[in-house]
């Protein structure tokens, strides 16, 4: 669950990905599949066309109860913890008192005296340890992360393929609703209709010991329309092209969400949160840089690192957090830090890649947004 | 479906192959290199006329998940580039001793040629490296 030293952990799922013909790599301490045999672009298509399922499992998942678990939350998170109700998770960032990142994070509402945070795998230990830190006496806090596992199931037919398995009402819930105790295949399941692709889909939380069998039935479940096991590799275009951040990336300990054009999340009337005077401080005066998305207008692809000039020349303005080729917009796409007077739509910026200098222009919004039939 | 590794072709530590015709070697990556790779979506190669050099970096390819340095086996001029990579970097992967192929090179000096693996050395060398 936490150190990337030594022998790289496995999740539940590990023997199925072997099982699979999996290209498997050390990522952040854990063995995990960057693609299975068909190939990143096959499985990012079959994502966006049907369905993708996701091994998440090394994702931490650490429990708050007791009567203060709310008012705990709370003080931990940018977001209004107190607006949830019962069956209904939030997007967030934790924060340190500078206002930097120390993750970015989905609170979910089980009950008034129960939350569940869902962190990022390489922060399980840090996370913990900063929870416990700042409110480990108001709540009980409990990392059940090891004897949790998280399959992420996502794309246009993921709520027809997952309503073969489960009577549980999956048209009611909406975007970021959940549902607990539910049977999925015969699984004791928790069901949200959270992801990180920018399709439709849904989360499905169980205990470790009945992942595989719940895999193996959504896998099956997924396959008639097309749906496949998706790895890292496709992970990562998916979720650019979404234009979904990244933590280690695009986010970090010194990056604040108002740079990380996340200030959406940050409702500072909600509390007294780790944080929050840095970041009134920083809205008033305005951050000094911004994380923007960009697509490439030469031949060229940005990755993580390369520095970004203004188009007069000179030193580097910022740099590349996150680069790829867009393989469903068709286009190379990144985001990257750029001082704040650079950062508006339409604007271009030159990316330095490995030496030759590639202009791009800056964009609003995801690269790519699934079509909508009507509104929700 | 070609033979993981043609025995008509020579190898290189880089995991490049080289197909010697006369003074002009054809060039381009390994099976082994392109499942390392994943999916190709870029390739970098150089001008027609300039040159290269043994061991030294030629060019790159673009994957889904990240750059790689191209390295050169042979020292010599450029004569010709596959351009329609530029169009149809998956060549790469569908076809790497075929249509894959990246540039031809007139050698600048016959000996290096003895420097290159043979098939079975190649296929020794990864076995060794695996292991």
Not at chain 1, 333 to 346: C, F, K, L, S, W
Request: with cysteine; hydrophobic share 40%.
């Amino acid at each position: 669950m936490t150190a990337s030293q030594g022998e790289p952990r496995k999740t539940p799922l590990y023997e199925a990905h072997k099982a699979l013909g999996a290209r498997i790599i050390d990522f952040g301490g854990w063995w995990m599949p960057v693609s299975y045999p068909s190939g990143i672009i096959d499985e990012h298509k079959a994502c966006r066309s049907a369905v993708g399922i996701f091994d998440v499992s090394h994702m931490g998942e650490v429990h708050f109860r007791g009567p203060r678990a709310a008012e705990a939350v709370q003080r931990l998170v940018t977001n209004a913890v107190g607006k949830l109700t019962d069956g209904h998770a939030l997007y967030t960032v934790a924060c340190h008192p500078t206002g930097g990142i120390v993750d970015d994070l989905i609170v979910y509402r089980v009950k008034a005296d129960h939350f569940l945070i869902v962190v990022n795998a390489g922060n399980i230990a840090k996370d913990v340890a900063w929870f416990r830190q700042n409110v480990g006496t108001w709540c009980d806090i409990r990392d059940a992360s090891d004897e949790t596992a998280l399959i992420s199931f996502q794309g246009p037919k993921a709520q027809s393929a997952l309503a073969a398995l489960t009577r549980a009402d999956l048209a009611s819930l909406r975007a970021f609703d959940f549902v607990t105790d539910v049977d999925v295949a015969g699984v004791r399941s928790w069901v949200a209709r959270t992801g990180y692709t920018g399709e439709d889909g849904f989360e499905v939380f169980c205990a470790a010991g009945d992942a595989r069998r719940l895999w193996d039935h959504l896998v099956e479940a997924a396959s008639p329309p097309g749906g496949k096991p998706v790895g890292l590799g496709a992970r990562d275009t998916l979720r650019l092209e979404a234009r979904l951040s990244l933590y280690g990336n695009d986010l970090d300990d010194n990056t604040s969400p108002l740079e990380a054009g996340l200030g959406w999340v940050v409702k500072p009337e909600s509390g007294d949160f780790i944080g929050r005077d840095a970041l009134m401080a920083q809205k008033a005066e305005g951050p000094r840089r911004k994380l923007v998305g960009f697509v490439m207008l030469g031949r060229g692809i940005a990755r993580h690192g390369y520095p970004i000039h203004d188009l007069a020349g000179g030193a580097a303005v910022g740099q590349v957090t996150s680069g790829t080729t867009g393989l469903t917009v068709e286009k190379n796409i990144g985001m990257g830090y750029v001082p704040t007077r650079m950062a508006e739509p339409g604007g271009k910026l030159v990316v330095d890649c490995r030496g030759k200098m590639i202009e791009a222009e800056i964009v609003k919004g995801p690269f790519y947004q699934r079509p909508r039939e009507g509104k929700k | 479906m070609s033979a993981t590794y043609p025995d008509d072709l020579l190898y290189t530590k880089d995991h490049e192959w080289a197909r010697i015709s006369g003074k002009v070697a054809t060039v381009g990556i390994t099976k082994f290199a392109v499942d390392q790779l994943g999916d190709v979506t870029q390739v970098d190669l150089p001008k027609e006329g300039e040159s290269v050099k043994a061991h030294e970096v030629f060019g790159s390819v673009e994957s889904v998940k990240a750059v790689s340095d191209l390295f050169a086996p042979l020292t010599g001029k450029v004569v010709k580039v596959n351009s329609p990579l530029n169009d149809s970097p998956e060549y790469v992967n569908e076809d790497p001793y075929d249509e894959g192929w990246m540039i031809q090179v007139e050698m600048a000096n016959l000996d290096e040629v003895k420097g290159l693996m043979s098939a079975e050395a190649y296929a020794k060398f990864l076995k060794e490296s695996a292991e």
